[in-house]
């Protein structure tokens, strides 16, 4: 009979929703949830009853702290992705990775898996850069023994934001503009896999940084054209030029305050980025589900892909 407890921080988000399945599956102990999104933390609950779930700010001291207590395994995954405001990014991204880390330390939590993000290692310099290198680098320095996982762009179910922005999208208007010629790089990673990664970490207490990168790399404007075929989308995909396209999404953000998709993260989606692959699947003993495959998983699920998380 196992003694791990395992608390998960952004459980709610689409690392935490993909996670939770596979971690229930595999029986490996008592499993806390803390997410501080209202809507998103009762889809969890909903989707798995008798699951311990608590809504809580992560930035604020609260009863949250108590559940530190006799945690073997911290699985640290809440983060600002999205959105306008600085003050944001480094009250969820900083503040908060603060106080959880004042009582993961004051309950001797021995184990910790840091998820950070391809992005510290990026050229880009944005909100979002700056303070998850930040966030990494305070969960580095607490001593804790951990594993560091820095994936690229994820997709899967409960992708409210990036890929799962852009299918909704896509099947609601008839056009579905592309920056430029949309010959922008990517290397997508499912996030399936990732959750695969994260439980084998947990599983062995993996230690070490890695680099985690989807398999495959593919031009945005070819990811689009996948997107289509997987969603059953019938918009038409047309370039546009990338200043319009730039000034359109700054035009949007004056009446849509948090909006999915910024004139910041169009520019760090065309930052020429080549991120590095190393053979995770063989350290983690897990396998790498082919991109299509992924795409079909994601949007043709008949329980998961009905169901979107809100901003």
């Known amino acids: 009979m196992t003694t791990r407890k395992i608390v998960i921080t952004g459980a709610a988000g689409l690392v935490g929703q993909n996670l939770l399945p596979r971690l ?43 559940e530190l207590e006799g945690c073997t395994h911290l699985m640290i995954g809440h983060a600002q992705i999205g959105g306008l405001f600085s003050a944001d990014y480094v009250r969820n991204n900083v503040t908060a990775t603060e106080r959880l880390l004042e009582a993961a330390l004051r309950f001797q939590v021995p184990y910790a898996v840091n998820i950070s993000s391809s992005v510290v290692n990026s050229m880009a310099v944005d909100d979002y850069t700056e303070t998850k290198k930040a966030q990494e680098a305070l969960i580095a320095a607490s001593g804790i023994r951990q594993v560091v996982l820095r994936p690229t762009l994820m997709f899967g179910w409960f992708d409210r934001k990036h890929v799962g922005w852009l299918a ?61 075929q997987a969603t059953g989308a019938r918009a038409r995909i047309v370039k546009i030029p990338y200043r319009v396209f730039w000034m359109l999404l700054k035009i949007n953000a004056l009446r849509d305050k948090n909006p999915p998709f910024t004139a910041r993260q169009l520019e760090a989606l065309v930052t020429p980025d080549v991120f590095e692959v190393i053979d995770w699947p063989g350290i983690f003993s897990v396998r790498s589900t082919p991109l299509k495959e992924a795409f079909y998983a994601t949007f043709r699920d008949p329980v998961y892909s009905g169901v979107t998380l809100e901003f």
């Open 168 to 228: 909704r999208f896509m099947q609601r208007v008839p056009v579905f503009p592309v920056p430029g010629d949309g010959r922008f790089l990517r290397q997508p990673l499912y996030a399936g896999d990732f959750a695969d990664i994260i439980t084998s970490s947990i599983e062995h207490e993996t230690s070490g940084a890695y680099n985690i990168t989807g398999m495959e790399r593919i031009d945005y404007i070819d990811l689009i054209r996948l997107l289509k």
């Open 24 to 66: 229930k599956s595999r029986n490996l102990g008592e499993l806390v949830a803390i997410d501080k999104h209202p809507q998103n933390t009762a889809i969890l609950r909903s989707l798995h009853p008798g699951l311990r779930v608590l809504e809580a700010d992560l930035a604020e001291p609260g009863a949250w702290q108590q």
